[in-house]
């Protein structure tokens, strides 16, 4: 295949995603419930969106066009991640559309859903199945991408030293306010805090916000988002954090579902968000520089944000919004 016949055969992926039926939908969150219980319908369903969104045409062919993909293809090892639903299509999506051959290891804790989307990739353009293949030992590769945390990027970047390589390591992202955000800001904030329960590497975990800043209305507006404590593992979470909270004496302010302190860190545990107040918006730049490879994504608004995303927009990442700021089709073109 050329590379328009491959992005016809995806444009197509994209159409049959969009006619999945509620029942359909249902049955694939189901088996993968069966597997991981924060996959949940809802989630499943806004990661197929996320994948639709990415396949539209136009931006296919634009993502697409500055690269040149030989005729030799090579055999590309993905080690995929697991902690929210098909969050690894991108870097199939890559390897697929540069023509080289996908050998995929998946997480133990997504192991349903990426197949069920292949086979229907395979279904509507059959020319794909020599491109892909599932393994559960990545042995014979010319290159590898690889997702996982700290600890395992290690490992990675030793085990496949001699090939070349894409290996990721734990990354968060985190929201700038300033106090002027509007009542419909601050909701698209909830989203991008609460969706997939706050598991996704562009997931909110932290505010940043003025010295005087008054939570009273960001924390009224979050009332929509309680639901997120019928999930028991996110309310195993949240007493967890609460107790311990409460025994040292911590101070935090208490949603009854969310447990917000302030802190220096980037990373905060489960049903917890972390906020650190700042002086000016200068300081702030100087914070996210200095920690920008532990940063995935910034949400806000103000001049001084050039890089930042809008409310709401976290978890709809385009076809360019490379993780780690990686360029992937650039790293599969020099592999021909």
Known sequence: MDLQERIDGLVKLRQQLK??????LTNWADKAANENRWFTRQYVQKAIEGIVFML????????????????????????????????GFHDLLSVLVSGHKALVKLSSQDKVLLPLVTDLLIKVAPTFKPQLMYVDKLSQTDAVIATGSDNTARYFEQYFKHIPHIIRKNRTSCAVLTGDETDEDLHKLGEDVFTYYGLGCRNVS?????????FTKLLDLWNSFSEVAHHSKWQNNYDYNKSIY???????LDTGFLILKESEELVSPLAVLFYQHYTDMHQVVDLLSAQSQKIQCVVG????????????QAQYPGVQDYADGIDTLAFLESLT
Do not use: C
Request: hydrophobic share 35%.
């Open 19 to 24: 006619k999945l039926t509620d029942a359909t």
């Open 56 to 87: 539209e045409p136009t931006e296919l062919h634009t993502w697409t066009q500055p690269y040149k993909f030989g005729t030799k293809p090579r055999q590309v090892g993905i080690i995929m991640a697991g902690n929210i639903p098909l969050v």
């Open 206 to 214: 932290k505010l940043f916000v003025p010295n005087d800043y008054n």
């Open 246 to 252: 409460l025994v040292n004496k911590v101070p935090h």
């Open 301 to 312: 608004q103000g001049s001084l944000l050039s890089q930042s995303i809008a409310f709401g």
